[in-house]
Structure formats: structure tokens, C-alpha cells
């Protein structure tokens, strides 16, 4: 839950990657979702 909100606050690629290098895909899909919603 805590790399989420930190990704979610930052929403930078390069964040993501750094936080969560293996799920990154994942964690790019839920920013997306929460973005678009």
C-alpha cells in the first residue's frame, strides 16, 4: 500500500520504476484507472 500512495502521489514513470521495478506494469495500470476515473 505504501509504494502505491507514493507512486500515486509522485505519478512519475521514473518513480515507478524505481519503487517497483518488477510490477510496474501493475502499478501503471492502477494509476491509469484511478487517473481516468
Known sequence: MRA???IGCY???KENKR???K???ETLA???AL???
Open 23 to 25: 510490477s510496474r506494469q
Open 30 to 32: 492502477v494509476i491509469m
Open 4 to 6: 502505491v500512495q507514493q
Open 19 to 21: 519503487v517497483i521495478p
Open 35 to 37: 487517473t481516468a476515473k
Open 11 to 13: 505519478g512519475t514513470k
